[in-house]
Each structure stands twice: as structure tokens, then as C-alpha cells.
């Protein structure tokens, strides 16, 4: 059973144009959402993480929008560059209240096309 | 820093042997967690450690066994590899139950 989500499983944009990954999730004790960004034999690395007491988070060119009442978040990648082509997991856990164990969704790879 | 290591970075079993995955880190994480990475499926949890000599099972620990004698080392053990635990395996470590999860660089293992 999968607690998290993920789609595309693929996606292929333009350099310059926008890159969007969606999640969802069902359980509603999550309290921390990080991105992981993992580039072909390499471990993943945190990108951009948010906890549901806002709506939205943004780091340079990378934006989570967080839908709490709809159990969703996604990723918004602005100005997408080749360097940006990578396989990006969405994830949840129980950060305060238990010990941090990741829910992993199946992964996006992105290509961005120069 | 070094960070999260893990060694080796490949190995091919044959079925019914054994091995152990090796996961050390210098930062002083209390928390360290092993994940198994196969296509298409995300990462799963295997086990994980909150401290020196407390681990627990994730969702998937059937077939694994780790250990934690020390801070900086958790190393996870195959006993009787099967096929079915080809797959890249993932060390992180975190300083508490809050914080970041940062990741080892990964084990290929490919039992036939």
C-alpha cells in the first residue's frame, strides 16, 4: 500500500518552462513533506521541504504548494534548466511525533529538454 | 566531513549467502535509517535506529537483520540472500526526529 502518491512517473519540458509534480496523501498524522532530488548514481538529497502549517514555500526557482483539506502537495520548478534533469520523490513522515520515518512516493524522472 | 558512506558500492551474491551492507557516518547523527530503492517503487524502509543500541523495523525488514553498537555505525545484515533483495540499497542519517535525512551515496546488490 502506498502512503504517498506521486505523478507524473515521467515528464519532459522545455528549458525555461515550468515543471509540476503532484502528490497526495491519505494520512492525515503527517507533519513534515520534503523533496528529494536524486541524480543517476547518487543518494537522494533534500531539495525543498514544508510542514503543513503553511500553504506554500519557496526557494529560488523551487515552490511546494501544500492543500492541506485536499491531502496534497506538489512541486512547482520555475525556469527549468537542463541541470534540473534528475528523479525527484515526494515523501512524508511523522517528523514531531515519531522518529522521522520517510513514506517515499514512486518518483518523477524529469528531463529538460535545452 | 565524510557524511553518510557506505561500502561497498557493488556486489553480486549468490543465493542462500550472506553479507552484511556497511553504513558509517561522522556527523553525529543519533538517527540513522536504511532504505531499498527498486525501479519504479520509490524507497522503502527497512529498519531504522534512534540511538546506540535501539533499532526497530520499518515496512519492509523481512529477510534483514542491523544492528547499532555504536553512533556512527549501522550495518545492515542479509542472511540467506534471495532475488528478490536485488536492489540498491540507501544508509541515512538525521540528528532527530525533525531534521533533515541525509543519504549515502548507495549499494547495488544483485543476488542470482
Known amino acids: 500500500q502506498q502512503q504517498v502518491k506521486q505523478s507524473p512517473q515521467s515528464l519532459i519540458v522545455q528549458k525555461g518552462g515550468i515543471s509540476i509534480i503532484n502528490c497526495a496523501y491519505e494520512?492525515?498524522?503527517?507533519?513534515?513533506f520534503p523533496w528529494y532530488q536524486q541524480f543517476p548514481g547518487k543518494g537522494p538529497a533534500l531539495l525543498i521541504a514544508?510542514?503543513?502549517?503553511?500553504s506554500e514555500k519557496k526557494e529560488g526557482r523551487f515552490t511546494i504548494s501544500f492543500n492541506k483539506s485536499a491531502k496534497q502537495f506538489s512541486l512547482h520548478i520555475m525556469d527549468s534548466q537542463p541541470g534540473d534533469s534528475a528523479t525527484y520523490f515526494c515523501?512524508?513522515?511523522?517528523?514531531?511525533?515519531?522518529?522521522?520515518?520517510?513514506?517515499f512516493g514512486t518518483g518523477t524522472r524529469l528531463t529538460v529538454i535545452p | 566531513n565524510a557524511g553518510v558512506t557506505q561500502t561497498p558500492k557493488f556486489r553480486i551474491l549468490k543465493i542462500g549467502q550472506s553479507m552484511t551492507l556497511q553504513c558509517a557516518q561522522d556527523?553525529?547523527?543519533?538517527?540513522m535509517y536504511w532504505y531499498r530503492q527498486d525501479p519504479g517503487m520509490g524507497l522503502k524502509l527497512i529498519y531504522y535506529?534512534?540511538?546506540?543500541?535501539?533499532?526497530d523495523k520499518g515496512e519492509v525488514p523481512n529477510g534483514y537483520n542491523v544492528s547499532r553498537s555504536t553512533t556512527e555505525d549501522f550495518p545492515l545484515r542479509l542472511e540467506l540472500a534471495a532475488p528478490s533483495q536485488t536492489s540498491v540499497y540507501f544508509c541515512?542519517?538525521?540528528?532527530?526526529?525533525?531534521?533533515?535525512?541525509?543519504f549515502g551515496p548507495g549499494t547495488r546488490l544483485l543476488v542470482l
Open positions: 515523501a512524508a513522515s511523522l517528523g514531531q511525533t515519531g522518529a522521522n520515518n520517510l513514506f
Open positions: 494520512n492525515t498524522a503527517f507533519d513534515y
Open positions: 514544508i510542514r503543513p502549517d503553511v
Open positions: 556527523m553525529n547523527h543519533n538517527y
Open positions: 535506529s534512534v540511538g546506540a543500541g535501539i533499532t
Open positions: 541515512a542519517g538525521a540528528g532527530g526526529p525533525s531534521e533533515t535525512q541525509y
